[in-house]
């Protein structure tokens, strides 16, 4: 009789959060790859015929699509905001940023054309830009708020959780130099490329923003001067520190408030 209670509450538990997880594979052109990427779907999306809005999720340096789901299980967020949640694929050090140095690291062409044109094709989303927000870590967090301001009508609302979003702040690191070349002659396209100044280009738009960063971030002197900076310019946004350092214990708990913030907007934008 215990076995048979305790194997009824595990089927209980799971079905609680009955998301469906793939990885799948999306063929890119521009790059002349097949990347992967992680899709949850929620449960509701079997229940209903009705269209679904998006959230992609970015991974930072150094990572790639798997990421998230490595250190999350996020079937239950998916389940709980009612967004499909899709994790693609960045690069090692791919910036979410056209280099014009290297011909096969175009990842931001590749997020704003080949992957979302391939999930909006294959899943019932809402295909327009009030269905559509992105958010990511540290590289990815420069990536969503970047891809945003350089790409308004993609999407509605974007987060930022630990971004490096000053990249002048790192010349010498993580892979930019190779991807815009020496700073020192080629400065004007690390700035135009950088959150720092790409946020001028929100002004006058009606867009969601929430930049969150953790006290004990090394990032957080240029979380706080994009933050001043919009604010100086008239840009609406939310801004939070919170407890924290750049580690995944920090950016498992605060996905929550990114995609309740989403929700939130998504209900008072849509209409």
């Known amino acids: 009789m215990k076995r048979i209670l305790l194997v009824w509450m595990g089927l209980w538990v799971i079905s609680l959060h009955a998301a469906q997880t793939d990885t799948i594979r999306i063929p890119d052109a521009v790059m002349g790859r ?20 998006v959230v992609y999720l970015l991974h930072g340096w ?16 998916a389940d709980e905001y009612g967004f499909i949640l899709v ?8 910036w979410y940023l056209d280099s014009p140095l290297k011909p096969k690291s175009r990842y931001e062409t590749y997020l704003t054309k080949t992957v979302i044109l391939f999930i909006d094709n294959h899943y019932r989303t809402i295909a327009s830009r009030k269905g559509r927000f992105i958010t990511g870590l540290s590289m990815g967090g420069h990536g969503a708020l970047s891809l945003l301001c350089k790409h308004p009508e993609l999407y509605d609302a974007a987060g930022s959780m630990s971004g490096v979003l000053e990249l002048t ?18 400065r004007e396209r690390w700035e135009k490329n950088s959150v720092l100044k790409l946020v001028e280009h929100l002004r006058g738009k009606p867009r969601g923003v ?15 001067k994009v933050h001043r900076k919009m604010i100086e310019l008239g840009i609406p946004h939310d801004y939070c520190e919170r407890p924290g350092g750049h580690r995944w ?12 913030f989403f929700r939130e907007w998504f209900l008072s934008h849509s209409r």
């Open 62 to 77: 150094s990572g790639s699509y798997r990421d998230w789901a490595a250190h999350m299980d996020l079937g239950p967020l």
């Open 210 to 224: 929430l930049i969150d960063c953790g006290v004990a971030d090394p990032f957080l002197p240029a979380n706080r």
């Open 169 to 186: 702040a790192s010349t010498r690191k993580y892979g930019l130099a190779q991807l815009l070349g020496d700073y020192r002659e080629h």
């Open 34 to 53: 097949h990347l992967r990427a992680v899709i949850v779907i929620p449960d509701a999306y079997s229940q209903t015929d009705r269209r679904f809005p």
């Open 249 to 260: 214990d920090y950016w498992t708990r605060v996905l929550k408030y990114h995609l309740m």
């Open 87 to 94: 994790c693609p694929e960045g690069g090692y050090a791919g």
